[in-house]
């Protein structure tokens, strides 16, 4: 099997497979050095992009480094991704069409309260974030939790009867 990488309708680039791939079969492998999560958060505080996938209970992740980073998410994704022996394998989850986009889904759970990690997948099952659904739901709770501030009210002053406008009826064209 053959990986390819090119433009995307999901995110920029993509990786795509130059011929068919059976379901159960192992895409590739997510390697990359391997860094604490604070390492991390401090080697990209200014970075929009990262290639990161959390190992175990997330405090160590795997900096992606490989064609497996431009596996794009998909809510409707045709790959799973497997932790075996501190190794991440990406495995077809039904059998691929040469030339077709190689996704899974990301199932994000760590980010910015305010990041919304938009998905644009465009799958009919989309979710509209590639936030895993524990993480979306956690997100919900913490929201209900936190009590809205409403804006200060003013007192209104009284406004004086005013005159009625006089309007020119007639327009120019611009």
Do not use: Q
């Amino acid at each position: 099997m053959a990986l390819i990488i090119r433009s995307s309708a999901i995110h920029a680039a993509g990786c795509y497979t130059t011929t068919p791939i059976r379901k159960g079969v192992r895409v590739a492998e997510y390697t990359g050095p391997r860094i604490t999560k604070n390492e991390a958060d401090e080697l990209y505080k200014d970075s929009v992009l990262t290639y990161l996938f959390g190992l175990g209970d997330g405090e160590i992740v795997i900096d992606g480094h490989c064609v497996t980073m431009f596996i794009n998410h998909s809510c409707d994704a045709n790959c799973e991704t497997a932790e075996v022996n501190g190794r991440v394998w990406v495995t077809a989850t039904k059998h691929i069409p040469a030339g077709a986009e190689i996704t899974y889904d990301y199932c994000l759970y760590d980010g910015d309260e305010d990041d919304n990690a938009t998905c644009n997948c465009g799958a009919k099952t989309c979710r509209g974030t590639m936030y895993s659904p524990e993480e979306i739901r956690r997100r919900k709770r913490a929201a209900k939790k936190t009590p809205i501030k409403s804006p200060k009210k003013t007192a209104k002053k009284k406004r004086a009867p005013s005159k009625p406008l006089k309007r020119n009826r007639s327009r120019t064209a611009a």
